[in-house]
């Protein structure tokens, strides 16, 4: 009787463990997507550099796979993801409205940017955790992952805008990535680490695609 007592309270320990871990993850993955959404706003109109690397899917995106990073367990990670990208996009839209600048057509804008979020912010949590943390061959695609996004909004911002300066800073910069991430699971013991090199461009293409038709499409019609 006493041996079942004591794993029941074991049992509520742990319960209650994990429940303190996932809320204090939770409530600091909000809180930092609120202050990088808001800070993202307050960089307007300041240095045409800033403005660039703070106004960027890429750098949203790439602070989420931090984020799964530094997550313990996959699970939260994924989830983690998904809230860090809504909480950005909702202390961007909070800053936006108390400036003034929310206009008519901000809801619809809000709403295809935070539904992208949503799609997106699990797979780069479970990429910035698997990276880190995960097991075998699949560390190589998940950090193809993050430099992807960079790649390929440098293709937007070139083939689509015509911004062939900016363009050529986010592929350097995603090249560089790219480069660093092979390297980083080269030295973990990944065996097909080159995988990374390989789908990083691949992703890119991909991923300027999917801008391209799906969320330029969804915009113009918000």
Do not use: Q
């Amino acid at each position: 009787m006493s041996i079942g007592t004591g794993t029941g309270t074991a049992s509520r320990r742990g319960t209650s463990v994990g429940l303190l871990t996932a809320t204090t993850t939770a409530t600091a993955t909000a809180a930092f997507g609120l202050l990088l959404g808001w800070a993202t706003y307050g960089l307007h109109g300041t240095t045409p550099l800033l403005e660039r690397a703070t106004n960027s899917a890429s750098t949203w995106i790439i602070w989420t796979a931090v984020a799964g990073a530094l997550i313990r367990t996959r699970p939260l990670a994924v989830w983690g993801g998904a809230l860090m990208m809504l909480a950005t996009c909702g202390g961007y839209y909070a800053a936006s409205t108390l400036g003034d600048t929310f206009g008519s057509g901000g809801l619809g804008t809000a709403a295809v940017w935070s539904v992208a979020g949503l799609a997106g912010g699990p797979l780069l949590g479970w990429a910035g955790w698997t990276v880190r943390r995960g097991r075998g061959d699949v560390r190589a695609v998940a950090g193809a992952v993050v430099p992807m996004v960079v790649l390929g909004e440098g293709l937007w911002l070139g083939l689509a805008l015509g911004y062939w300066g900016e363009a050529t800073v986010f592929l350097a910069v995603g090249a560089l990535l790219t480069a660093l991430l092979t390297v980083y699971l080269a030295r973990a013991g990944v065996h097909r680490y080159w995988l990374c090199a390989v789908l990083a461009p691949v992703g890119g293409l991909a991923f300027y695609f999917a801008e391209k038709v799906i969320l330029d499409g969804l915009l113009g019609s918000v």
